[in-house]
């Protein structure tokens, strides 16, 4: 497939996308424009934002041939080892066949999957990640860093609502939600909805 051929699908794919928002707005690890094709591909990149393995994302990649067919993927992935995996949402209907598809991924170095309703909607991750999101334009001042942290170091983990009261300079929520996103502290996000007693943990650099 040639290189122009290549763009003209892309922009099509980009243009359908941007048609409509959808929500949260906010991202913390994609690189790049953020269009997205449905509610469902929205929903799977607040999980990326959310996985400690993925370094950084992009949506609507160039696209690849896969048994005569060209595909442009929801996302393409970059994890922390240097990996690249191409994916796409659950309520996507692929034109070609996954495994060709999959087998053309390997042809560029890369990996593909495509995700299946259950990996993002049967447990309460894509709820707290929503959640978190909110606030993903939000930067913690390095006086209220320093306090958390420093509690964290002396008690191992804090409660949620413990951990609120380090917050001097800027709202608490959207502060431990930034902590969050950005890789300074973990909470479970799997198990319930965040709470007061949510156990807050340091993460080590």
């Not at 999980?47 to 048994?67: E, I, K, T, Y």
């Not at 300079?169 to 996103?181: H, K, Q």
């Not at 007693?197 to 340091?202: G, N």
Request: net charge neutral.
């Amino acid at each position: 497939m040639g290189i122009a051929k290549q763009a003209a699908m892309l922009r099509a794919a980009r243009n359908s996308a941007s048609i409509r928002s959808y929500h949260p707005a906010g991202t913390v690890k994609c690189d790049g424009v953020r269009l997205f094709r449905s509610q469902a591909a929205r929903d799977v990149g607040c999980l990326l934002d959310v996985n400690p393995s993925v370094a950084s994302w992009r949506c609507m990649p160039m696209p690849f041939g896969a048994g005569g067919i060209a595909h442009v993927p929801d996302f393409q992935v970059f994890d922390e080892e240097g990996g690249i995996l191409y994916l796409d949402a659950p309520d996507r209907i692929v034109s070609a066949d996954v495994a060709d598809i999959a087998s053309e991924a390997v042809h560029l170095n890369a990996r593909y999957r495509l995700l299946e309703r259950a990996e993002v909607y049967d447990s309460f991750r894509l709820r707290n990640a929503r959640d978190l999101l909110r606030y993903a334009g939000t930067v913690t001042p390095l006086g209220d860093r320093l306090r958390l942290l420093a509690a964290l170091d002396e008690h191992g983990s804090l409660p949620l609502a413990e951990c609120l009261k380090a917050f001097q300079e800027t709202r608490p929520v959207p502060g431990i939600a930034s902590l969050i996103l950005h890789g300074y502290v973990e909470v479970d996000l799997d198990d319930a909805p965040l709470g007061p007693e949510t156990a807050v943990r340091r993460i080590s650099r």
